[in-house]
Structure formats: C-alpha cells, structure tokens
C-alpha cells in the first residue's frame, strides 16, 4: 500500500480542522454587540409571544458577562450573554434564575 494513501485521512482531517476552525473564527471575529442583541430581542418576541416587540429590549455590559440584555415592559427577562454569543444565564421576574448555562 502506498504511504500517501496510509497517510490521506490524517491530511483529511488536518484539513476539515482547518477549515471549520476558520469558518468559527471568523464568525466569532465579526460578531458585535448589536448582532447578539438583534438576536436575543428576536428571541424574546419568540418566548413572549403576542405584544412583545424587540424594541422593548436594551442591553448595557455585564459583570461576569459580556452582555445583559434586559426585556420586557412589565417583568422584565434578563439574558446574560458570553462573549461568544451563548447564552449563560437567563433572568425572569423577581430576579428568579429560569436557565442556568455551563460554568466558563
């Protein structure tokens, strides 16, 4: 069997590494704070349902967080974004924790 066939799936992957890695660099790169606002606003309305809007959300930086993204007229929701863009916490009425993401 030749060598470069016994060595093609290391290349291979090498290769899909290289590009995944990348394509999620980029991504990352060219993230700003309004992208992972206009996305979690769209969330909300998506949670809230009827009469939510995402003019309702407002977001300032965080403490342990990137990003606190405050929703709501009334009780307000609260997602505690990382840097990344993934969600951490959110916070519902009363300050009650509803989802807790991992420890980073």
Do not use: N
């Amino acid at each position: 069997m030749p060598r470069w066939l016994v060595w093609s799936p290391v290349w291979g992957l090498l290769g899909l590494t290289a590009v995944l890695g990348w394509r999620e660099g980029r991504a990352f790169v060219t993230m700003t704070e309004g992208d992972v606002i206009a996305a979690y606003a769209q969330r909300y309305v998506a949670q809230a349902g009827p009469g939510a809007r995402p003019s309702d959300c407002t977001a300032e930086p965080g403490g342990a967080a990137w990003l606190v993204i405050r929703c709501g007229r009334g009780p307000v929701m609260e997602y505690h974004v990382s840097r990344f863009g993934w969600l951490k916490r959110i916070t519902g009425p009363a300050g009650r924790d509803i989802l807790e993401g991992p420890k980073t």
